[in-house]
T-cell receptor, first 114, second 110 residues
Framework: EAQVTQNPRYLITVTGKKLTVTCSQN?????MSWYRQDPGLGLRQIYY???????DKGDVPEGYKVSRKEKRNFPLILESPSPNQTSLYFC?????????????FGSGTRLTVV | GQQLNQSPQSMFIQEGEDVSMNCTSS?????WLWYKQDPGEGPVLLIA?????ELTSNGRLTAQFGITRKDSFLNISASIPSDVGIYFC??????????FGEGTQLTVNP
């Protein structure tokens, strides 16, 4: 089944403790992206990647890092999480240059930073 | 980034009622997308619109691409409880990048 898999689904952590949220897709998509969802603000893009070793900042990149060493994986790294990063995070992928209707989203990771 | 303004922010309706929501932008879009997010899941594409003035249906859902290319509308007819969720409009900003509206939270009372 074609899908985007995120892990973990839920995570509670403490301020300053480094964490990684993994994202993997099995559709051979070139494009991958991370969004955060907050009430009243919709989905805001954090980082995106057009292909292996090509990443770029989205609209809200502060406090986050990403890497794209393999086509299928696009982990989101929080080096020193803070409470304002408490949010619902989504990974998405699509074929590069394809129709914008080709996005597939993961099921989300709910992160709480205390 | 480019802003999409979506309204209303939330709606509380009775089962069987029709629903209408819209999305506006200060910039022109060549494509408008409508997504639905079920509780606990990621957004799923409902309808894609590619041409100004286009009207497209998907079951009880109908969406329109505004003539000015700066707005879009989504209508749901005869709502049912499983229509509950958050509805997002979205448009491409460059290449494969999408920008999203703030979302409309729909609650349907049986």
């Amino acid at each position: 089944e074609a899908q985007v898999t995120q892990n973990p689904r839920y995570l509670i952590t403490v301020t300053g403790k480094k964490l990684t949220v993994t994202c993997s897709q099995n559709m051979n998509h070139e494009y991958m992206s991370w969004y955060r969802q907050d009430p009243g603000l919709g989905l805001r893009q954090i980082y995106y990647s057009m292909n292996v070793e090509v990443t770029d900042k989205g609209d809200v990149p502060e406090g986050y890092k990403v890497s794209r060493k393999e086509k299928r994986n696009f982990p989101l790294i929080l080096e020193s999480p803070s409470p304002n990063q408490t949010s619902l995070y989504f990974c998405a992928s699509s074929p590069a240059g394809g129709n914008p209707d080709g996005y597939t989203f993961g099921s989300g990771t709910r992160l709480t930073v205390v | 980034g480019q802003q999409l303004n979506q309204s209303p922010q939330s709606m509380f309706i009775q089962e069987g009622e029709d629903v209408s929501m819209n999305c506006t932008s200060s910039s022109i879009f060549n494509t408008w997308l409508w997504y639905k997010q079920d509780p606990g899941e990621g957004p799923v594409l409902l309808i894609a619109l590619y041409k100004a003035g286009e009207l497209t249906s998907n079951g009880r859902l109908t969406a329109q691409f505004g003539i000015t290319r700066k707005d879009s509308f989504l209508n749901i007819s005869a709502s049912i409880p499983s229509d509950v969720g958050i509805y997002f409009c979205a448009g491409p900003v460059s290449g494969s990048r999408l920008t999203f509206g703030e979302g409309t939270q729909l609650t349907v009372n049986p």
